[in-house]
């Protein structure tokens, strides 16, 4: 492009060295410290459990669209972290006070997509768990993949503009971030980064409560998957209560194995996603009266992982 921008071979000549010698002494692309600061992090990445995130989370961010893959731009958001170091993964927040988090992945994987083209097309959508939650004004965080909410961008939208919920991420199509995960596809680590990024941007368009909280698929990750993130300045959440509610065929089991492990600062890990978890709407009013009957309240992801 030099030579063919340049009508004097001598300036041409001289630009042209010019940028060899700068390719020589400049970083590397792909060596920029925070890079260098993912790969050398130390091996115990695991933030404490006891002690919520490693980052102290902003709560009630509301009613502004969020930035989707620019992390820089949503540093102030929930579970927001310094962009190139190694993620922290939370299960649960500080175990005082009555705060708990109801949290519900979104799940939407493409053979889930193609049933919903079927003859007789499933939901993947549980309507009576929102306006349960909408009726009895209760606090939730949803994990969404990004496939499940361009099928359902009205749902999405009601649920951005409820004020006591907040939208994190569940990656963009449910793939799998390690090589063995149940029965999921695994993701070519090359598009781990932007598979998460991607999946911020398509939430972020609807505004509300937008956050930096990701979950993955599964919960199956480990060191590589964790480095592929540490660009978009995120904070894995596991969750330490899990329900058990996928293809459960009663309620009761689900209530029992919320009920059995929950305790002040606990994330508890539903779905809501009808055709794969048809059970929870029926189990949700059991756990909120457990909930009620130890002083446990739900509240916002954020406010139970605060200090």
């Known amino acids: 492009m030099l ?6 071979l001598l300036t041409a000549a001289t630009l042209a060295l010019a940028a060899i010698v700068a390719l020589l002494v400049g970083p590397s692309p792909d060596r920029t410290p925070g890079r260098a600061a993912v790969l050398e992090a130390p091996a115990g990445h695991r933030a404490p459990t006891g002690g919520g995130t490693a980052v102290p989370p ?4 509301s009613g502004q669209p969020g930035n989707g893959g620019r992390p820089g731009e949503d540093s102030g958001l929930p579970g927001a972290t310094t962009p190139g170091t190694l993620p922290p993964v939370v299960d649960h927040g500080p175990r005082t006070g009555g705060k708990v988090a109801l949290t519900f992945d979104a799940d939407m994987t493409d053979t889930m997509r193609r049933q919903l083209r079927g003859p007789r097309p499933p939901s993947y ?3 009576a768990i929102v306006e349960l939650l909408e009726r009895e004004r209760v606090p939730a965080t949803f994990f969404l993949t990004g496939k499940w909410v361009e099928e359902y961008p009205e749902l999405t939208r009601r649920l951005a503009e409820n004020p006591r919920f907040e939208l994190a991420n569940h990656t963009y199509g449910h793939a799998a971030f390690t090589p063995r995960c149940y029965h999921l596809t695994p993701l070519p680590r090359r598009e781990m980064t932007r598979d998460v990024a991607r999946t911020f941007e398509v939430i972020g368009r609807y505004g509300g409560r937008q ?3 990701f979950r993955f698929p599964g919960l199956c990750h480990d060191r590589a998957a964790l480095t592929e993130l540490a660009p978009l300045g995120l904070t894995v959440v596991d ?10 065929t009663a309620w009761q089991p689900i209530v029992r194995a919320v009920l059995s492990q929950v305790r002040p600062g606990s994330v508890i890990i539903l779905h809501v996603t009808e055709a794969n978890a048809a059970m929870t709407d029926e189990a949700l009013p059991h756990i909120l009266a457990g909930l ?4 446990l309240a739900p509240a916002p992801l954020s406010e139970v992982l605060a200090r």
């Open 125 to 127: 959508a549980n309507l």
């Open 292 to 295: 009620a009957e130890r002083g």
């Open 239 to 248: 969750g330490d209560v899990v329900s058990g509610d996928p293809f459960a």
């Open 58 to 61: 902003t709560p009630g961010q």
């Open 211 to 213: 956050t930096r909280y």
């Open 3 to 8: 030579a063919k921008n340049s009508r004097v």
